[in-house]
């Protein structure tokens, strides 16, 4: 696997980490500060999901994705 699909990878599984991490935090919050706080986290991990996924598909147009690293598309 190339070093730079694998950052990707990782990228997006930080991604869902910040999403699950901002879902928890909301649902356990005790002010407006901590709402703040977890909104922008996962404002944050959408942005940087959706730029992962569109360099993902631009590394497979250019065939430096290979087909085992295809099946692990998350959309």
Same mark, same amino acid.
């Given at each position: 696997?190339?070093? $730079?699909?694998? !950052?990707?990878?990782?990228? +997006? &599984?930080?991604? @869902?980490?910040?999403?699950?991490? /901002?879902? %928890?935090? @909301? /649902? ?5 500060? $901590?709402?703040? +706080? ?6 944050? /991990?959408?942005? +940087?999901? &959706? +730029? /992962? ?5 631009? !590394?497979?147009? &250019?065939?430096?994705? %290979?087909? &085992?690293?295809?099946?692990?598309? !998350?959309?």
């Amino acid at each position: 696997m190339k070093p $730079c699909n694998l !950052h990707i990878i990782n990228t +997006l &599984k930080l991604v @869902d980490e910040m999403i699950y991490l /901002a879902d %928890q935090g @909301d /649902a356990d919050r005790e002010d407006n500060g $901590c709402g703040i +706080l977890y909104g922008v986290l996962r404002d944050s /991990a959408f942005k +940087l999901k &959706k +730029l /992962a996924e569109e360099e993902k598909l631009n !590394h497979i147009r &250019k065939g430096w994705w %290979q087909d &085992k690293e295809k099946s692990n598309f !998350h959309s």
